[in-house]
């Protein structure tokens, strides 16, 4: 049997298995940051994340998303340009998204790597429907802050006012924001802030713990 949901609130679990507990059509939009599936270490301290190891996470996830969001709705889905040829693809042939845009963010400054050093993330855009977009001056170049990383923020901790560009463009005061891969909980933070309902999953309990100081911190 499906579970009612539980509104501002961190779960250590799954996401899969947390998702496939929740009931169809209750979710007004989705935006989320997955492992990229490179199985890369980060940072100077070589950080490693949690599922990592192959992009077949993102696709188990995805079936459930679209079963989970009210209709005409949208999820953001951070991602790069090695997984992306990859996520389109099981996107186009096994789920019923339409793929709506590719939005770029470009950091102020490059990070780490070498030769070609990084400066840019992609984010794409999918629909359950028609839903609405409420911005008229929203680019498809989004220009945020680099997070610079010390030993406790998470490797992969997105700028928390891209993320509310993104939800104000797509929800609206009250609705409910899912984050299935939470890391530190920029979303859930992000969300509070802009008088939205939110749900962080995250599987690792050391991010679920600085997600709650950060979010209590607000
Ligand atoms: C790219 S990070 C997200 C970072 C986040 N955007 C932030 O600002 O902190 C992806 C997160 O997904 C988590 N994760 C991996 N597999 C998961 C799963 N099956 N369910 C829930 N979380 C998962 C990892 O532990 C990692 O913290």
Redesign the pocket.
């Known amino acids: 049997m499906k579970e009612k949901i539980k509104f501002n609130q961190i779960i250590h679990?799954?996401?899969?298995?947390?998702l496939r507990n929740m009931p169809n059509n209750c979710i007004d939009l989705i935006l989320?940051?997955?492992?990229?599936g490179d199985n890369v270490a980060y940072g100077w301290n070589n950080k490693k994340?949690?599922?990592?190891k192959n992009p077949l996470?993102n696709c188990?996830?995805l079936a459930e998303f679209y079963r989970v969001l009210k209709k005409n709705s949208s999820v953001y889905l951070?991602t790069n340009w090695k997984h992306y040829p990859f996520l389109t693809e099981f996107i186009l042939r096994y789920t019923k998204f339409k793929i709506r845009h590719l939005v770029v963010w470009k950091k102020h400054n490059f990070g780490l790597g070498w030769a070609f050093r990084h400066q840019y993330e992609l984010i794409l855009v999918l629909e359950k429907g028609k839903p609405k977009y409420h911005l008229t001056n929203f680019s498809d170049v989004q220009n945020a802050t680099h997070?610079n990383h010390n030993k406790e923020?998470?490797?992969?901790?997105?700028p928390v006012d891209l993320?509310k560009k993104m939800i104000e463009h797509s929800s609206k005061e009250g609705d409910i924001v899912l984050?299935?891969?939470?890391?530190?909980?920029?979303?859930c933070i992000a969300c509070q802030e802009m008088k939205r309902k939110w749900i962080g999953?995250?599987?690792?309990e050391k991010?679920v713990g600085?997600?709650g100081r950060r979010i209590i911190i607000q």
């Open positions: 679990g799954d996401c899969v298995k947390c989320t940051d997955p492992p990229y994340i949690k599922n990592n996470i188990l996830a951070f997070i923020n998470h490797p992969h901790e997105k993320l984050d299935p891969f939470c890391g530190s909980g920029s979303v999953i995250e599987l690792d991010w600085v997600a």
